[in-house]
Structure formats: structure tokens, C-alpha cells
């Protein structure tokens, strides 16, 4: 069965500091992967996604996320943070098939410090 | 045009009672789901509904059905409701494929007291 770890529960971040987010995944088939965001009582958005080819990927709000296959890993960066990036972050695999589910991680709290 | 809603958005109500969420896609995906977020904030798969036809359920107690009248809808009903189904509901959908993420909806707060 495919799953998904998140290490970090919580990063606390000054603002224009540099972010990096793990994310491993588990599951031993072609996968593809997703980082969502959900602000503070909001739904789920969609950051960015690695389906296939270049292994790093540029999402929406200057985040990017590179792929590593041999490190089940696909970590999310973001050169400079801010206040308005506080939020809760989504890793989630999707794989088994064209009806495989979304997957999630159990999210990383990032809190930007004005 | 909002592409996945949900209703209500906070639910309040007393334990044993039945209620129902409703969720309605107008993106032509085929497939939509229902996702439970605990207090933790942890996303789990409840279900998913292809073409009229549950594909998949996760371990969730049978006080909680799905009912799609068609390919758009996907309404979430609760039997019996218990503390424990206290939690934030979002339905989703998406197109067939790995490649293609899922649309969320903006959620449903219950709170059962």
C-alpha cells in the first residue's frame, strides 16, 4: 500500500528565510506526486505536481519541488518565505492505477514570523 | 463559477441525529470522493464514487453513505451521529488518470454536540 511521511510537524520561519518541507513516499509502482496547501479555513489548493520528465517542478507562488526517485523523496522549497505563506502543507501521492487515490501525508504546520 | 461546492459549510447538531452534506462538481471529472480532516488535520479517504459506482471504501463505519444521483453529485449522508464524526468533510473530484490532482471543495465543518 502507497503512503506518505511528512518529518516535519511544525516549522516556525522568519520571514524571507528560506523553506524546504520533506516529503518520502512509499509504494513500489509508478507514482505521481502533489503538494497542496490549505490556508487557515480554507480548502486544499494545488501548489504544483510531478507527473513525468524534469524531476523539478515549479508550482504557483515561487514554490518548487524537486523529485528524487532513488530517495522516494519530493520536497517542497521555496527560496523566500512569507507571512502570507503561513499555512498548512500537503504532500500526496497518487498511484495504482488510473483510479488510484490521492494519498496524503499528515501535513506540515509552516508559521512565517512578520 | 465555483468548480466543487459544498453545503452546508458548518453543520451543528446533537448526537443521534441523521444529516446529509451535499457536494456538486460542475467540471465534468469522473470521479469524486469524500475526505474526512481530523482535529490533527489528517486527510483521510472515505470514498469514491466512478460512473454511479463505489470503487472504493476505506474502513468506514456503514453510518456513513454515499449517494451520487448522477455523475455531478455526490452527497455525503451520517446515520446516528456520534462525537467521533466531529470533523471537517471536503469533497473532491478529479479526472481519471495519476497524472491529474484532485479539486477540492471549501469543506464542511460538523460539529457534533
Known amino acids: 500500500a502507497q503512503s506518505v511521511s511528512q518529518h516535519n510537524h511544525h516549522v516556525i520561519l522568519s520571514e524571507a528565510a528560506s523553506l524546504e518541507l520533506g516529503c518520502n513516499y512509499s509504494y513500489g509502482g509508478t507514482v505521481n506526486l502533489f503538494w497542496y496547501v490549505q490556508y487557515p479555513g480554507q480548502h486544499l489548493q494545488l501548489l504544483l505536481k510531478y507527473f513525468s520528465g524534469d524531476p523539478l517542478v515549479k508550482g504557483i507562488k515561487g514554490f518548487e519541488a524537486e523529485f528524487i526517485k532513488s530517495k522516494f523523496s519530493f520536497n517542497l522549497r521555496k527560496p523566500s518565505v512569507q507571512w502570507s505563506d503561513t499555512a498548512e502543507y500537503f504532500c500526496a501521492v497518487r498511484g495504482g492505477g488510473s483510479q488510484g487515490n490521492l494519498i496524503f501525508g499528515k501535513g506540515t504546520k509552516l508559521s512565517v514570523k512578520p | 463559477d465555483t468548480a466543487v461546492s459544498q453545503t452546508p459549510k458548518y453543520l451543528v447538531t446533537q448526537m443521534g441525529n441523521d444529516k446529509s452534506i451535499k457536494c456538486e462538481q460542475n467540471?465534468?471529472?469522473?470521479?469524486m470522493y469524500w475526505y474526512k480532516q481530523d482535529s490533527k488535520k489528517f486527510l483521510k479517504i472515505m470514498f469514491s464514487?466512478?460512473?454511479?459506482?463505489?470503487?472504493i471504501n476505506e474502513t468506514v463505519p456503514n453510518r456513513f453513505s454515499p449517494k451520487s444521483p448522477d455523475k455531478a453529485h455526490l452527497n455525503l449522508h451520517i446515520n446516528s451521529l456520534e462525537l467521533g464524526d466531529s470533523a471537517v468533510y471536503f469533497c473532491?473530484?478529479?479526472?481519471?488518470?495519476?497524472?491529474?490532482?484532485?479539486?477540492f471543495g471549501s469543506g464542511t465543518r460538523l460539529t457534533v454536540v
Open positions: 473532491a473530484s478529479s479526472q481519471d488518470g495519476r497524472g491529474y490532482g484532485y479539486t
Open positions: 464514487y466512478n460512473n454511479k459506482e463505489l470503487i
Open positions: 467540471l465534468g471529472h469522473d470521479t
